[in-house]
T-cell receptor, first 119, second 114 residues
Framework: GAVVSQHPSRVICKSGTSVKIECRSL??????MFWYRQFPKQSLMLMAT?????????EQGVEKDKFLINHASLTLSTLTVTSAHPEDSSFYIC???????????????FGPGTRLTVL | AQTVTQSQPEMSVQEAETVTLSCTYD???????LFWYKQPPSRQMILVIR??????QNATENRFSVNFQKAAKSFSLKISDSQLGDTAMYFC???????????FGKGTRLHILP
């Protein structure tokens, strides 16, 4: 159980276009999902926390208008990179939190990632 | 602010050997979680092991074990009887109690050689 999917797995787009990436929890409900960005051979940097039914919380330095996050249901969060530019090329990973009432710890499960290339 | 430091960018060991990956962290919190995540070439992040800071006993998962030194803020991962499938990027990570934000180290690229 606790599978997270991302779609698409890779996307190539022209500069100036917008790209939407989906993150789905397949077998559980996730009130909270997270979006990370990973540059080549580097670590994961948290971009934002996506909360179902409310506005996302962005980390310092992340442009809200550039990276639009929508968490419209308990199983789906979307990240839209608006007016993409080559510097937005990166690997984007989402994770979803599983809430277990019997535990203090809410494990996160990661999606397989989306490679975005902006030409 | 919390920081996680992995001082070994890359390591190589022969198959079946034991390897230890280092990690130090900095925090003023007394209760927190520490993790080791594995990212193989597929890029899928996989949780290897988790340690609760309030537990003195070191966590173990089959061939994977940690040496958690709370006072020294050290959290190393030992992989015993290493296998070719262990080849991956390994990230040490930190999370405050009752907070879902995971802070990752820069990672250690581990190569298991046949």
């Amino acid at each position: 159980g606790a599978v997270v999917s991302q779609h698409p797995s890779r996307v190539i787009c022209k500069s100036g276009t917008s790209v939407k990436i989906e993150c789905r929890s397949l077998d559980f409900q996730a009130t909270t999902m997270f979006w990370y960005r990973q540059f080549p051979k580097q670590s994961l940097m948290l971009m934002a926390t996506s909360n179902e039914g409310s506005k996302a919380t962005y980390e310092q330095g992340v442009e809200k208008d550039k990276f639009l996050i929508n968490h419209a249901s308990l199983t789906l969060s979307t990240l839209t990179v608006t007016s993409a530019h080559p510097e937005d090329s990166s690997f984007y990973i989402c994770s979803a939190r599983v809430v277990r009432a019997s535990r203090n710890y809410n494990e996160q499960f990661f999606g397989p990632g989306t490679r975005l290339t902006v030409l | 602010a919390q920081t996680v430091t992995q001082s070994q960018p890359e390591m190589s060991v022969q198959e079946a050997e034991t390897v230890t990956l280092s990690c130090t962290y900095d925090t003023s919190e007394s209760n927190y979680y520490l993790f080791w995540y594995k990212q193989p070439p597929s890029r899928q992040m996989i949780l290897v092991i988790r340690q609760e800071a309030y537990k003195q006993q070191n966590a173990t998962e089959n061939r994977f074990s940690v040496n958690f030194q709370k006072a020294a803020k050290s959290f190393s991962l030992k992989i015993s009887d290493s296998q070719l499938g262990d080849t991956a990027m390994y990230f040490c990570a930190f999370m405050k109690l009752r907070d879902d934000k995971i802070i990752f180290g820069k990672g250690t690229r581990l190569h298991i050689l046949p």
